[in-house]
């Protein structure tokens, strides 16, 4: 399967990182002069573990690094392993890893990044993001994570949390740049009252002196393919959800590759009062499917 351009660099700089950091180890054991097979008996692993960590295939802990430098007398070698283990855990952080402490957690952790971000370029295909979302809408989409990863329901705590980082909305030292597809409004991700709320809450922060929200209607014509929604935070980070993790992007080709990414597609959007008649055209839509007392 060929990825678009832009995933693939940010998968393929994360897939470098862990296998830089798999050859690291593979030279330690070679020059303890140990076979893989041995060094996985002096640690009572598996020999495939051995194999996996060297080629990349698989993330080591930070136990894994320590005992790997212990049984190869490589101690002094521990600190800079774990830096790298640490900086590749930053750029690829799983879902499942992240969200196990609870989903309130995870809210407030984005909190502290956004209080240090000055521009937020923001595309999304698929969902509302985050800051525009409604409690209505956030309630399902945290629904969704806790169906999908099994973890625990603190959604009233998660669903508060996201509200509250919304106050950032309202400081004049932040700009907003939000793009959403067409798409993005008629998705069905919620029931239609739900939806109906939260179109209703686009119109209104458009309106916001420092937010600038562009809509791509269905009848645009693209220069690049909205393959998948992501977040410029300044021209420092760009984050990229995926189904099993969160990229941190943070290389300068990376960055500047998504800016130039968001320039193209901020450039077809539409903005003021045509974005305001597209999401009322959603609203009248959805609207004729309900009761007319609904």
Not at 58 to 87: F, I, K
Not at 118 to 134: A, C, D, K, M, N
Not at 239 to 253: D, H, I, W
Request: net charge neutral.
């Amino acid at each position: 399967m060929n990825l678009p351009q832009s995933r693939a660099v940010g998968v393929s700089n994360v897939h470098e990182a862990r296998t830089a950091l798999g050859n690291r180890l593979r030279g330690l054991r070679k020059q303890a002069g140990l076979s893989g097979r041995e060094l996985a008996e002096s640690l009572s692993w598996q020999a495939s573990k051995i194999s996996k960590i060297e080629n990349g295939k698989q993330t080591p802990s930070d136990q894994d690094v320590l005992d790997w430098t212990r049984a190869t007398n490589s101690e002094s070698e521990a600190e800079d392993l774990l830096a790298s283990l640490h900086t590749l855990e930053i750029q690829h952080a799983e879902w499942q890893r992240q969200l196990r402490a609870g989903l309130k957690l995870h809210q407030n952790e984005i909190a502290e990044l956004n209080a240090r971000t000055r521009l937020f370029r923001v595309f999304e295909s698929t969902y509302i993001p985050g800051l525009l979302q409604t409690a209505g809408y956030a309630r399902f989409r945290f629904a969704q994570s806790i169906t999908v990863f099994k973890i625990r329901n603190d959604i009233n705590e998660a669903v508060q949390a996201r509200i509250q980082r919304q106050d950032i909305l309202y400081r004049p030292d932040k700009r907003f740049h939000f793009v959403i597809t067409e798409a993005a409004l008629r998705y069905r991700l919620c029931p239609p009252e739900a939806m109906l709320a939260q179109l209703d809450r686009l119109v209104s922060m458009s309106a916001l002196p420092n937010v600038r929200l562009g809509i791509i209607g269905f009848e645009t014509a693209y220069v690049v393919a909205p393959a998948h929604g992501f977040w410029l935070l300044d021209d420092e980070r760009v984050m990229v959800e995926t189904f099993s993790a969160e990229l941190n992007l943070a290389q300068p080709q990376e960055t500047g590759l998504y800016g130039r990414v968001f320039e193209s597609l901020a450039g077809v959007a539409s903005y003021g009062r045509s974005a305001r008649a597209i999401i009322t055209r959603v609203i009248d839509d959805l609207s004729s499917e309900l009761p007319e007392n609904g």
